[in-house]
């Protein structure tokens, strides 16, 4: 049975503390807000398209992207608003491969809406730069199975799923979750890790992307 198999490698559950960093850094047109989407550190990008996953982990799946928001409701470019809000997150590996989409996106806008450079915010309006600062803990609780993993992945904060789903991916560069990567390298089960692979976090809650989890793992091992 799938529980008996022993990791090469024990999986140690991390969690994380969420700070934001002013910067100091603003933009009252999109030209301005290019200029600085081309300079500002990953750390900006990662706060302003999942800003509202990490402080509204219950209320909704469906994170607002600030870019989008703010060309809307602020400068009126409502068509340049649902592109950036179209962008699917969950394509892109790295914070880079996400920046440079958002940039495509403007560039591409501003070619054939070159009155959208003449929008100015109004004083107070302009978009802000925030900076996400996160130091990352060791848990307590380390695994050597999946029925172990189970046990753990019931009581661990949503935080430490935050971590290991999102931050692990896109922040650290993996290319995918944590939990995926373990169970393939360390357990052998490529078609679990594969199932894991395929959740859209951003479809979900974090509890309930904890209930997936649960379900798929305790179906595999029963």
Not at 43 to 58: D, E, G, P, V
Not at 150 to 157: A, D, F, S, Y
Request: hydrophobic share 40%; charged share 25%.
């Amino acid at each position: 049975m799938e529980e008996l198999i022993k990791a090469k490698e024990p999986f140690r559950f991390y969690t994380r503390l969420h700070l934001t960093e002013l910067t100091g850094l603003r933009a009252s047109t999109l030209n301005q807000l290019l200029g600085l989407l081309r300079e500002v550190p990953d750390a900006c990008i990662y706060h302003h398209t999942h800003r509202f996953l990490q402080q509204h982990q219950y209320l909704s799946p469906e994170p607002p992207n600030d870019f989008a928001y703010w060309v809307s409701e602020i400068l009126g470019e409502d068509n340049l608003g649902e592109r950036l809000a179209s962008i699917d997150t969950i394509q892109f590996s790295t914070i880079s491969g996400l920046r440079e989409e958002i940039i495509r996106t403007i560039e591409e806008y501003l070619k054939t809406n070159t009155l959208a450079k003449m929008r100015f915010a109004g004083e107070g309006e302009e978009f802000y730069f925030i900076k996400s600062v996160s130091f990352i803990l060791p848990t307590e609780y380390t695994v050597n199975d999946l029925k172990e993993f189970v046990e753990v992945l019931k009581k661990i904060t949503i935080d430490s799923i935050y971590f290991h789903i999102f931050e692990a991916r896109l922040r650290l560069g993996k290319g995918g979750n944590d939990f995926s990567n373990w169970i393939e390298s360390s357990i052998g089960d490529k078609q679990l890790a594969a199932r894991i692979a395929r959740l859209d976090p951003y479809t979900h809650t974090l509890e309930d992307l904890r209930n997936n989890l649960l379900k798929i793992i305790s179906n595999r091992i029963a």
